[in-house]
Structure formats: structure tokens, C-alpha cells
């Protein structure tokens, strides 16, 4: 079909699907393996469906090696640099959106936010108490726009050193394009650790 995606194969489970479903890897210059998260270095790559579980199977098949036709460096703990790089886009994403002031923190701020409209994401530190996740997920769920599932991928300290402020538990993000982009970041690193069990949707 004119137009269409091409789709790309998993070297793991061989199921042809969007590359948006999958990770790029490549043979960087120095033959050591390097993960492509935005596919678009030089070279041939080799896709792997973007699931933690099945990044660790590739290493442990050696199957970049066949996919990519030849020796390369590929780390034990491959699996878990990937989580990081992807965890750091988020947040990254997250500061991003705090510096073009589309992000508050605190219980009360997010609630009002949720309560006028205005939140679009809502995040909660999966270290907080267990109260506190509650309080803020009942808020969500009555949001002016529809309920809203808070994201609990990050810690208090995680949150804080995005937000640039201490003791972050609580925080949202307006709707725009900061939002967009936090959410597709959140999105991607809740699929590879998770399989995408925390949709920050509600069902």
C-alpha cells in the first residue's frame, strides 16, 4: 500500500510489526553494540521488540551477532542500559516540561489541575505512601477531562531532580505538546519494563 510503514522483524520472536513496537540496534564504529532509540544511525540494524525480557533473550541467544552479519560487543547488561536510557528520556521529558512551565507539583496543585481540566498527565512517586498514592489516584480519576491513571514509574527522588525542587510525590502536566511528548516517553519505558500495565489512561 502507497505510503504504508514498512514494518520490521524481531530477531527474537521473528513477528513482523511497526518499528514504533520495536528498538533499533546497531554495531557502532568500535564494533560495540549501540542501542538506536531513535533509528536513525548509519548501518544495518537489527530490531528487537521493545520488551525487557526479550532484549535479555537476544543477549543471551547472541543473536545480534547473526542479525547484524558479524562480530560485535554486546554487554551482559544490555537489557537494563536500555531501561536506563529510555527511563532518562522521560525524565528528561519531564524537565523539559517544567522548565516551559507545563508541570506543578504537590497534592494540592495537582488536584486543582485535575479538578479545572487543566492536567493532561499526573504522576506519582512509587515510593510514596501507600495513602498518598491513593489520594492522588482518586483525584485523578475525577478529572473535568476524564479520569486519568497517575503514572508510578518514577521514585521521590527522580521526580525532584527533573522538577528541580525536593520531595516530589506528587506532580501533573498540562495538555500540549510537553505533554505529548512526556506521554509517548512514559509510554515506551512502561512498555519495556512493564508490557504497558501502567497506561496513564484510565480504563
Known amino acids: 500500500m502507497t505510503g504504508a510503514v514498512p514494518e520490521r522483524t524481531c530477531i527474537?520472536?521473528?513477528?513482523?510489526?511497526a518499528p514504533e513496537a520495536l528498538l533499533r540496534f546497531v554495531a557502532g564504529p568500535d564494533?560495540?553494540?549501540v542501542p538506536?532509540?531513535?533509528?536513525?544511525?548509519?548501518g544495518r540494524g537489527a530490531w528487537v521488540t521493545a520488551e525487557k525480557p526479550l532484549v535479555a533473550e537476544a543477549v543471551h541467544?547472541?543473536?545480534f551477532a547473526r542479525a547484524l552479519k558479524g562480530p560485535v560487543e554486546v554487554p551482559p547488561d544490555l537489557a537494563?542500559?536500555?531501561e536506563a536510557l529510555l527511563r532518562e528520556r522521560a525524565l528528561h521529558a519531564l524537565g523539559l516540561a517544567a522548565r516551559q512551565g507545563a508541570a506543578v507539583a504537590g497534592f494540592a496543585k495537582v488536584a486543582e489541575a485535575v479538578a479545572r481540566g487543566r492536567a493532561a498527565l499526573v504522576l506519582a512517586?512509587?515510593?510514596a505512601s501507600e495513602d498518598g498514592r491513593a489520594k492522588i489516584a482518586r483525584a485523578a480519576a475525577r478529572g473535568a477531562e476524564g479520569p486519568l491513571r497517575p503514572c508510578e514509574l518514577f521514585s521521590s527522588a527522580e521526580l525532584s531532580l527533573a522538577l528541580g525542587r525536593a520531595n516530589v510525590v506528587h506532580a501533573c502536566v498540562a495538555a500540549g505538546r510537553a505533554a505529548a511528548s512526556l506521554?509517548?516517553?512514559?509510554?515506551?519505558?512502561?512498555?519495556?519494563v512493564n508490557g504497558g500495565a501502567n497506561s496513564v489512561h484510565a480504563a
Open 31 to 33: 564494533g560495540a553494540l
Open 125 to 127: 512517586a512509587h515510593d
Open 12 to 17: 527474537v520472536t521473528r513477528e513482523a510489526t
Open 183 to 192: 506521554e509517548f516517553a512514559i509510554a515506551r519505558l512502561d512498555r519495556y
Open 61 to 63: 541467544r547472541k543473536a
Open 80 to 82: 537494563d542500559r536500555v
Open 36 to 42: 538506536d532509540l531513535k533509528a536513525r544511525l548509519p
